[in-house]
């Protein structure tokens, strides 16, 4: 049985195509991205942006069955706070959400806030541990260790690099999966670098991640957050990423780990 079950609801990051609200509005599609998020075993959420609620629907998952949401960050791509509330009110016990501690944001009605410590490690439900980490982006950033099972799901979505702690707190632990933000196409100098990864600097980062016992053999790197308008058609993009082990996200592909 696998530990986790994925499913990709959103992919992009927010030059959102005008056919989804067109042609693509009720279906998925590989080059019409929505607002990035992830379903993990039908009801843990990793952010809820504008296209969420739509892609639950579309995955045919119901609202209510979402007990917890972990927000890597209050940007509005990620952080949809009258989406959130949609959620909570389909519910009858309180909706955990999960946010950086010092998150600053209006209550949303029906929602149990769960601040989180950069590095401390917690227990979710259904034997699930979650270890956020520091996050090279701004807004409360944080990327996420989900552990269960003796597997190792690493959500880095919406930052630059790996910054120096959350770079050692990942070393020597080899994950299954590896969820990396690649916002930028595969060119350089492009002036986002600050705050988000482009492909060769996701080139970079394996070799790197490999030397110190990050990735090994088995473990499957995937980019997602990836803004159409600075990359090529998903297909190309899956071919020069897979020219170094990568692979491409895209809405509806599920996995298990």
Known sequence: MAAFEIIFLGTCAC???PRLKGDCKDRFDKDVRRSSSILMNGHILVDCGPHTPGSLAIAGAPLASVTDIFVTHLHDDHFDAENIGRIASAKEEKLRLWVRED?????????EVVRMRIGQRYDARDGTAVTPLAANHTAYPQHF??????KKVFYGLDGAWVLTDSFRAMRRQQFDLLILDGTVGDYDGDLRISEHNSIPMVRMLLKSFASVGITGPSSQVYLSHLAPSLHRPHGETEEICGAFGAHVAYDGLKLTV
């Open 15 to 17: 030059d959102f195509s």
């Open 103 to 111: 998150a600053q944001f209006a209550p949303i009605a029906n929602t």
């Open 145 to 150: 260790i989900f552990e269960r099972g003796g």
